[in-house]
């Protein structure tokens, strides 16, 4: 594996070697080690440095148990047995790796999808998606079907919109405004904006002026 950095796809693998080992070995002569470990290289990589037994990172095996169980043997063959059009996927920065990144990019451009907001997680697309449930109950519907990022634009942009899904006690403005960098209504006079989504509309760089001074966090 190429990543530098002990994360969940490190977790996901080794425990699922784990488990593939427990079924295929003979238990007469295959016991289980409670940890396992990822060597990963070192930072510089091995062209610098030669190879460690610190840069092994283990983990209690307990530990992956109760959450990987869950994901391998329910999760993942109900998403398995899922036709191709009802898999949600989000084109994001962890995707580099992925053989699928050319095409999953391609659609992510042509469809409009979330994912032409560089950097959101997989988290950050469900609080935008759910600010746009929240809007389309309040926007006029457009004639044309709209893109996702089109359908964000309108609702940022519509006027007073976004304090009127706040004031029914949704916090999914707040952090919705932190994500598309839009600053609290007192700090502008006219509708408001999101430099972020007007980025992904115009694919032109915007600058935004008010970072600096601005608290994010309030309506
Ligand atoms: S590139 Fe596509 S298939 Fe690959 S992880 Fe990303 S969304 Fe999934």
Redesign the pocket.
Known sequence: MSLTLFQTPHHVQIYFYTLCLKYILDNAFFECSESAGVWLPPSGGFDVAVPSLIDIKSIDINLLSSPLDLFIFRRLPLLLAQCRDQVQ????P???T????????K??VEAGRL?VIPNLSGGDVQVLKYLLHLGRRRLKQSSEPLTEIEELHTLVETHGLLKKISSSGSSTVRKARRLLAIPRQKHIASVSTSPVVEAAVSKAIQVCVYLMDVNFCSE
Do not use: M, V
């Open positions: 996927w989000h084109f994001n962890l995707c580099k992925c053989k699928f990144a050319p095409s999953c990019e659609n992510t994912g």
